[in-house]
């Protein structure tokens, strides 16, 4: 892939099968969507955007008669799985959008939740993303965002075997990368800071061809537990984070 071809059309071409990507990650999927519902508990939200929404399994399930979801997605193919996910009876409380984040229009202060997961690592400017999403955040609003830890040694023990592997299968997609530290650093810069968090890792590499997605799911669970009752966080690179204005 060229150097050339911006990071917005690398992602569209990464994300374009919505149905192999969902199927390869759906323990994944299941574990942020809980983590979410988690988080969200009994709290009521009347606008929600999802940013990089995928196929909407985890955002949909706030859906509500007494809410507006708006679903944003840069791959055609994820917003319509989302949308064959969306029942008949609630259609007209949701809005797909299939633009970027920093140029979507969207109302400035419009929103009480936003989801913002696995988004970081593949845009332009996440410094860029996260001063649009800051911005599109009413007062009192939350934020439940995902972020890989660069620093972590997880991290590090999978950037080496992708080294190697590249050496087999070279490819130019890279993901950005930053510790936890730079990206809550950004957020704290417009006043947003964690209130709670929820961390694990992914599956070892070439798991997925040996296991069931149920029992890599199981596996994790019994590992990391769920929130609030977890355990083991220490051996996550994976933080997923409740933040508001304090």
Not at 104 to 123: M, N, T, W
Not at 128 to 141: K, Q, T, Y
Not at 193 to 207: A, D, L, N
């Amino acid at each position: 892939m060229s150097s050339a071809v911006s990071k917005v059309e690398q992602v569209k071409l990464r994300f374009g099968q919505a149905e192999s990507y969902v199927d390869r990650w759906r323990y994944n999927i299941r574990i942020r969507a809980e983590t979410v519902k988690d988080f969200v508990g009994s709290e009521k939200f009347h606008r929600i955007l999802d940013v990089g929404c995928g196929d909407g399994s985890i955002s949909l399930p706030l859906l509500t008669k007494e809410n507006q979801l708006t679903l944003l997605d840069l791959s055609s193919g994820m917003l319509s799985s989302a949308r064959a996910k969306i029942p008949a009876a609630l259609s007209e409380n949701v809005r797909l959008i299939n633009q970027d984040i920093v140029r979507a229009e969207l109302e400035p202060y419009g929103y009480d939740l936003i989801l913002c997961l696995g988004v970081l690592a593949h845009v332009d400017s996440p410094a860029a993303v996260v001063g649009r999403l800051a911005g599109l955040l009413s007062p009192g609003g939350t934020i439940l965002l995902e972020a890989t830890d660069c620093q972590h040694f997880w991290s590090y023990m999978l950037k080496a075997y992708d080294r190697i592997l590249d050496q087999v299968k070279p490819t130019d997609y890279t993901l950005n990368a930053h510790s936890v530290r730079d990206v809550l650093g950004m957020f704290a810069q417009h006043g947003l800071r964690p209130v709670s968090s929820f961390r694990y890792s992914y599956s070892p590499p070439g798991m997925q061809r040996l296991f069931s997605q149920d029992s890599i799911y199981a596996l994790i669970r019994l590992i990391y537990g769920r929130y609030p009752r977890m355990r083991n966080a220490w051996l996550g690179n994976e933080c997923i984070f409740h933040l508001k204005v304090t």
